[in-house]
Each structure stands twice: as structure tokens, then as C-alpha cells.
């Protein structure tokens, strides 16, 4: 099979889409601060210190994507070189060669404006400039699966701990969202915003984090929602004891949430009279 995929390369029959797997490359070929080389390319593996500096960092660079070893001739296998099974048909797991094993990440597609929030867990592609091989079904949300290649927006949220980064055999990694949605840029999807999208820290439900939490943690707190304000409703009095109210400058959300809290308060005050 690595004699077929190195002559189609060779030959420039064929643009291969699939990642360097562990039938092609040893397991420990996925050591943060290596570097790997593969048909004339090489490319480095990121230290853990270097992917925990980029958090929240936007980078732009080319993607390409690969499917199920069954379906792909250019993928030898599902197993991955973190140790986790490659699952073509969900958009939450891709390859890269540049960002460690367990990298969190937030990939934005311009073209289509969508977003997906993936976790690497396999090495590769070597080929060219390209530094992020998608599964099938990420490449399908995005819709580039016709062309092979896309350009993309990633933005890291979280990077590994060590434990995460080196192989186990058989592993599996805490479940994240996959696809999120579409939005304006990789800020608003980070941000989790329009409303009727699922925010980004709902990919950490399993570890019970919370969801506005993971968001400003793990991002950047500059992305933070602001806080609600909270309002302190007077207790009822006659209108001519009323004191003036100052004029005050609210939000259309802002006058809802009022409106709602003062209704709620006058039905209470009430009751509380009748009683």
C-alpha cells in the first residue's frame, strides 16, 4: 500500500487527501517539538508551550481531507497516531501535522461561513503547504469535498496536556461539538453568537465544564458576554410619594428583561397585600 501511494504521488497522477497513518509512520510519529519528513515535505509538531500561546490566536492556512480506510486508498488504516479510531462520517476529528495530538480546534470556513469545533487526533497530511486533513463529513458541512482543498480560518481553544498529546492505544478523547454553525467570522463563532447556535463550550458537557466558562477560559476574555444587569425594583407606594426616576438609557434587551422583572415583582407585592 505505501509503495502505491508513494509511486501515485511520484507520478502526479493523484493528489493524495489522506493522513499519514500508523501503518506509514511509527505511533511516536506525532512528538510535539518533532519534526517528520514524507515525500520531500517536512513539517514540525508544535511543542505543548507553543499550541498553549496560540490559544485564541486566528490563523489562516489550507486544509484538505480524508475518508475511511475502507473508502480511501490513500489511508491505510483508521488507526490514528494519538491511538483514538478515525471516524470519517462525524466532523469532529481531522489530522495536521503542525498541531499536537488532542488540540482543540475552531475551524471557520469562509466560503460557506461555517464553523466546526474538531479535536486532531491523527498526523498528517504530508503534502505540500496543506495543514489540516478534515474527516469526510467536515469536508462535506464545508463543502469543498468536490475540490479536495479549502482554505480556512482555525483558531485554537484549548491545547493538550501531555498525557493527551503522546499515544495510547485504543483511546478515546472527551467528545466535542463538531459542527456549530454558520457565522460572520471565527470570532463570532467563538463567541457563540447568533443565538439558536450551540456555544463552544458545550463540547466540554462531559467534563461537567460550564458553558460561558469554557468560552472566556479557553478563548480569550475579551469574547466574554457581558454581565447581566441587575435591577432593584422599589416596593409599591402611592404616586404622589413616588420619587422622580432618572432617565436612563436602556437596551431593547435591557427594557424586556425590566419589564418582565417588574411585572413579576407587582404580582408578588400583591398577593403579598391580599394575604
Not at 518533532?34 to 511543542?47: L, N, Q, R, S
Not at 469545533?117 to 467536515?138: E, H
Not at 499515544?167 to 470570532?187: E, H, L, M, S, W
Not at 467563538?190 to 468560552?215: H, I, K, M, Q
Request: hydrophobic residues 40%; charged residues 20%.
Amino acid at each position: 500500500m505505501r509503495r502505491t501511494w508513494m509511486a501515485a504521488m511520484a507520478a502526479g497522477t493523484v493528489l493524495p487527501v489522506g493522513a499519514i497513518l500508523l501503518t506509514t509512520m511509527s505511533a511516536s510519529a506525532k512528538t510535539p517539538g518533532h519534526e517528520y519528513c514524507f515525500h520531500g515535505t517536512c513539517h514540525t509538531v508544535k511543542t505543548l508551550d507553543e499550541t498553549r500561546r496560540l490559544v485564541g490566536v486566528t490563523t489562516k492556512l489550507k486544509a484538505s481531507f480524508y475518508d475511511d480506510a475502507k473508502k480511501d486508498r490513500y489511508n491505510p488504516s483508521n488507526q490514528t497516531s494519538s491511538g483514538e479510531y478515525f471516524r470519517s462520517d462525524r466532523p469532529d476529528n481531522a489530522a495536521s501535522p503542525v498541531y499536537p495530538d488532542g488540540t482543540k480546534l475552531l475551524v471557520w470556513h469562509p466560503a460557506s461561513q461555517r464553523a466546526l469545533m474538531i479535536r486532531v487526533n491523527n498526523a498528517g497530511p504530508y503534502w505540500g503547504d496543506r495543514k489540516l486533513d478534515l474527516s469526510r463529513a467536515a469536508a462535506e458541512r464545508f463543502g469543498f469535498q468536490g475540490s479536495g482543498v479549502a482554505t480556512v480560518h482555525v483558531k485554537v481553544i484549548e491545547a493538550p496536556s501531555k498525557a493527551e498529546a503522546t499515544y495510547v492505544r485504543g483511546r478515546t478523547y472527551p467528545p466535542v461539538k463538531g459542527y456549530i454553525g454558520q457565522f460572520a467570522n471565527i470570532d463570532a463563532a467563538a463567541a457563540g453568537f447568533p443565538s439558536g447556535n450551540t456555544r463552544l463550550a458545550a463540547n466540554d458537557a462531559a467534563r461537567g465544564v460550564n458553558d460561558r466558562a469554557a468560552v472566556t477560559t479557553t478563548v480569550s476574555a475579551a469574547i466574554a458576554p457581558a454581565p447581566t444587569p441587575v435591577l432593584k425594583i422599589p416596593p409599591m407606594a402611592d404616586a404622589d410619594s413616588q420619587p422622580k426616576a432618572k432617565s436612563v438609557k436602556m437596551t431593547s434587551l435591557e427594557l424586556r428583561v425590566a419589564s418582565n422583572v417588574e411585572q413579576e415583582a407587582r404580582k408578588f407585592l400583591v398577593a403579598q397585600r391580599l394575604h
